[in-house]
């Protein structure tokens, strides 16, 4: 199983700006230039403040910013773009928050103007109507909306003013001392010795009257805002949107399920189970509390404004204390259900609030720390936190802002070739790239303990056939975030799916090695309409002959020794990393170069590394590849080094020849990875497959429209 040995596999760094355009911004603070350049503009101006994903008043540095101006127009912009991302409980969540934002600037005898359609011209036209010389908005990582940053920069410059076109005033809320993320070390083991203090939150500043006649615009209900999202011509509709919508582990217990739908044993049917959990659900709610933290239909998630989360935050910290108050026994009861691993609880109930700005990073950890400092007699132990809550909040918080700077510095130096590009998940940092302008899609998916990486001579090479190359830095490796929760191998399944729906938009060829591999056929077999073929590349998983169903266990979970495994382990493969990775490339030992064995150094020292690493001991291989590819005959391509390490060549390929029909096979003198050991080979096999693949396409389709 792939590099399942590595904590993590070539992350090179070269880290280019996810923004193909340039950026010519200022801002808010950090040099005293522009400072003064800001007071002069500021004293007899107006701004618009562009709220987005910092949904709120409490420590932000943009309003404190825009407080210094004349006028100050705030704004929110149901952009379809930022919105349709979101799942029906974010977009609750959006909704509240949006309220609450409102209430706090009428408040400071303000207001918030609400607006529909694309941003930039949404922007220009309130621009024009309140000559803003700036408009001052948070600065992003995410490749989305950087594009949009830079399209409302385009269109602000058709935009003239005797002093000037209008600009972007980007901000930030630092939440370490520093002063230049060009000084940033590429590994957090060395950031760690920086000691870099954290700063303070912002008390919500003064903003002058919004005197203006202004339309304000009123808040659209649940309904209409789904409405407004999914009416967009240009989205994906009928099989891709029911793919997104139905889990991996609904898809496989469906398949278990025998033809008359009874479950064996239980005798319940599955209308009945159904009637059921909604019984279940409408007592949950009848038993919420007035005045609950988790204000969404399905309750699952705290929201609200500033003020709910913060309270939410309080009782969640206090949970050893216990509680008379029935709103903090309600987060008590959600944190137990949620603490799926040790601290995972705080990403899972708080994650969307943090991801919407709701509450600030900072903020959060503020409310830690000084509650710790309550416990111990305003001391800070050396030793560590005296409650998991604190520990889950810090670490969480902490772990979030490092690979928050690492994207953020990937904007503002480039570092190499590829153009890395940064994608929100499930509210998760992912690194991706692509190359090539035309031709047909592919995907290339990583093994464990690798990254896009590990694809470096691969992704440009096929690209030059005449194809279009994305790969991908799944969740938990390389540079992408390693949050706190259970990995598993249809987590992985679900984020490719996603990956293929939100950012590719189009049906793709899979590729993955080891682990990766495994990945890919699940979403073959699950979503057949988002692949167009399989490449299968020394790939992990099982040929089970005779099966009759997929075999799935949804019982997941970590233990303590599991965690004790997967420290120790690190400490090994820290050790033995060059030998090991020299053992994977037998005919070109000379590939495992020092820039390959850095980079895995470098990325096991990530916080939530061993997180990831714990999954080794709950993966669940066991639903078959012959049954994953059962629908994909003459569509799969097994490309295998016959000298892997890592298990049996020629026992595997001749299993996969006898019970997965009209497969491919090309075998290769080369061992667990031969995409980076025979690059040059492997893309020619690629490229040929794509063209064949195409071509076959073509000639069905043709088919097709003659009847």
């Known amino acids: 199983m792939a590099l399942l040995v590595f904590p993590r596999f070539l992350s090179l760094p070269f880290l280019s700006n996810p923004c193909s355009l340039p950026r010519t911004r200022f801002h808010c603070s950090s040099s005293s230039s522009i400072k003064m350049e800001m007071r002069e503009r500021q004293e007899s ?25 004349r006028t100050v127009v705030p704004l929110y912009v149901f952009d379809r773009r930022i919105l349709s991302r979101f799942s029906d409980e974010m977009l609750e969540l959006v909704l509240f928050a949006v309220e609450d934002l409102r209430k706090s600037l009428k408040n400071q005898g303000s207001d918030l103007m609400i607006r529909f359609g694309s941003a930039e011209n949404v922007i220009r036209e309130l621009v024009k109507e309140v000559k803003a010389t700036n408009v001052i908005a948070e ?14 920069e385009e269109t602000l410059a058709t935009v003239s003013f005797p002093e000037g076109s209008p600009r972007i005033v980007p901000w930030t809320t630092p939440f370490y001392d520093i002063k230049n993320l060009k000084d940033l070390p590429a590994s957090h083991h060395d950031f760690k010795k920086l000691k870099f203090s954290i700063t303070s ?20 209900t649940l309904d209409d805002l789904k409405k407004f999202v999914n009416y967009n011509p240009g989205k994906l509709k009928g099989h891709w949107s029911s793919s997104k919508e139905t889990l991996a582990e609904t898809k496989l217990q469906k398949a278990q399920v025998p033809p008359n739908n009874l479950i064996e044993g239980l005798g319940l049917s599955e209308s009945r189970k159904s009637n059921q959990n909604n019984s279940i659900y409408k007592r949950a709610r009848s038993k919420r509390p007035e005045k609950s933290v988790f204000v969404t239909q399905r309750g699952n998630l705290v929201g609200g404004g500033t003020s709910v989360v913060l309270n939410a935050l309080a009782a969640y910290l206090r949970y050893l204390e216990g509680t008379i108050l029935d709103d903090w026994q309600e987060v008590h009861e959600k944190l137990r259900l949620a603490e799926s691993r040790e601290g995972a609880s705080f990403g899972t109930l708080f994650g969307s609030a943090l991801c919407l700005g709701i509450i600030s990073r900072r903020r959060a950890h503020c409310e830690a720390i000084k509650y710790e400092k309550e416990r111990n007699a305003g001391f800070l132990s050396p030793f560590g936190y005296s409650a998991t809550t604190v520990a889950a909040v810090a670490d969480t918080v902490c772990s979030m802002e490092w690979y928050w700077l690492m994207a953020s510095k ?3 130096i480039d570092e190499g070739t590829y153009s890395i590009r940064v994608w929100r998940w499930n509210g998760y940092l992912i690194q991706y790239t692509v190359a090539g302008h035309e031709g047909p899609a592919i995907l290339l998916v990583h093994g464990f303990g690798a990254s896009l990486e590990h694809y470096r001579d691969n992704i440009n090479g096929i690209a030059k056939g005449g194809n279009r190359v994305w790969a991908i830095t799944l969740l938990g490796f390389g540079r992408s975030e390693k949050p706190n929760v259970v990995y598993t191998e249809l987590m992985w399944a679900e984020l490719l799916r996603d990956f293929i729906i939100e950012v590719v938009g189009e049906p793709v060829h899979l590729a993955g090695n080891s682990l990766g591999g495994y990945f890919v056929a699940i979403v073959a077999g699950l979503w057949p309409a988002l692949a167009k073929s399989v490449v299968l590349i020394n790939s992990a998983g099982n040929v089970v002959p005779g099966y009759s169903s997929a075999p799935f266990s949804k019982e ?15 400490l090994y493969l820290r050790l033995r990393i060059r030998n090991i990775v020299k053992n994977c490339y ?3 030992p000379e590939r495992a170069d020092n820039q390959l064995i850095n980079e895995m150094i470098r990325s096991s020292c990530d916080p939530g590394v061993v997180v990831v690493l714990e999954s080794i001991f709950s993966f669940n291989l066991s639903i078959p590849l012959n049954y994953l590819l059962e629908g994909f005959e003459g569509k799969v391509l097994v490309v295998q080094g016959m000298r892997d390490p890592l298990s049996d060549s020629r026992s595997k390929l001749a299993m996969l020849k006898e019970h997965c029909k009209r497969i491919v096979t090309r075998e290769l003198d080369a061992g667990h990875c031969p995409h980076d050991e025979q690059p040059e080979e492997v893309n020619s096999i690629i490229q040929e497959w794509v063209v064949t693949m195409e071509s076959k396409i073509l000639s069905v389709d043709r088919m097709q429209k003659s009847k």
């Open 410 to 412: 990937g904007q503002t």
């Open 45 to 69: 101006s107006a701004a618009v403040l562009w709220f987005k994903h910092d949904l709120r008043v409490d420590d932000h540095p943009g309003l404190v910013a825009a407080s210094r101006y």
């Open 201 to 220: 939150p912002l008390l919500p500043p003064k903003l002058p009257d919004l005197e203006m006649d202004l339309t304000c615009g009123s808040l659209p």
């Open 556 to 570: 997941r979970g970590t233990s303590g020794v599991a965690r004790v495994g997967a420290t120790l382990l690190l």
């Open 139 to 152: 600065e992003e990582v995410e490749y989305d909306l950087c594009r949009m940053m830079d399209l409302v």
């Open 586 to 588: 037998p005919t070109k």
